[in-house]
T-cell receptor, first 114, second 113 residues
Framework: DTGVSQDPRHKITKRGQNVTFRCDPI?????LYWYRQTLGQGPEFLTY????????KSRLLSDRFSAERPKGSFSTLEIQRTEQGDSAMYLC????????????FGEGSRLTVL | AQSVTQLGSHVSVSEGALVLLRCNYS??????LFWYVQYPNQGLQLLLK??????LVKGINGFEAEFKKSETSFHLTKPSAHMSDAAEYFC???????????FGAGTRLTVKP
């Protein structure tokens, strides 16, 4: 049994470059969530999917951010024209249908923008 | 909109002492409440959850929390701290449809020998 998997675990990029993160949820979990966590803060909600449908997006998700879950399985989070303020840990979580509210988190993808 | 406030960004206790981490919530609907723990360079792990059943919830590693509607609180406690409890603790709230989960800013627990 594998948990939520995120790739890459660490990414260092230069300002202005595009980056993409991938999340593989737990098998049969229909909901998938993206959060951003900066140093000393709690996770901030970005967006979530139910199957392939993106149901909610935070205002934190500017037009440089896009998330997809094309087949209702894995998801990608792309950040275009990265800025230093994008440096953070990007967390992915999933939850099963008819669950009791618990989210299962991956270990995160840490982004450093130079 | 739902939110949680964690009182105290840093709590330090001696090994064997009582651990008390405070969380107050705000929700317009009956909330689901959670405590997660995060160890360095790791993801968040669920400690315990309240989903409208018993108000005193027991979790892993000897932690428990009590839901108090009148005080809008969900404080986390452990009778006797262990060195391995040193970590970041996050309180979180969601609605019963789990449309999104909102986290507090976290409390860093330090355990002194």
């Amino acid at each position: 049994d594998t948990g939520v998997s995120q790739d890459p675990r660490h990414k260092i990029t230069k300002r202005g470059q595009n980056v993409t993160f991938r999340c593989d949820p737990i098998s049969e979990h229909n909901r998938l969530y993206w959060y951003r966590q900066t140093l000393g803060q709690g996770p901030e909600f970005l967006t979530y999917f139910q199957n392939e449908a993106q149901l909610e997006k935070s205002r934190l998700l500017s037009d440089r951010f896009s998330a997809e879950r094309p087949k209702g399985s894995f998801s990608t989070l792309e950040i275009q024209r990265t800025e230093q303020g994008d440096s953070a840990m990007y967390l992915c979580a999933s939850s099963p249908p008819r669950g009791t509210g618990e989210l299962f988190f991956g270990e995160g993808s840490r982004l450093t923008v130079l | 909109a739902q939110s949680v406030t964690q009182l105290g960004s840093h709590v330090s206790v001696s090994e064997g002492a009582l651990v008390l981490l405070r969380c107050n919530y705000s929700s317009s609907v009956p909330p689901y409440l959670f405590w997660y723990v995060q160890y360095p360079n790791q993801g968040l792990q669920l400690l315990l959850k309240y989903t409208s059943a018993a108000t005193l919830v027991k979790g892993i590693n000897g932690f428990e929390a009590e839901f108090k509607k009148s005080e809008t609180s969900f404080h986390l406690t452990k009778p006797s701290a262990h060195m391995s409890d040193a970590a970041e603790y996050f309180c979180a709230v969601s609605d019963n449809n789990n449309n999104d989960m909102r986290f507090g800013a976290g409390t860093r627990l330090t355990v002194k020998p």
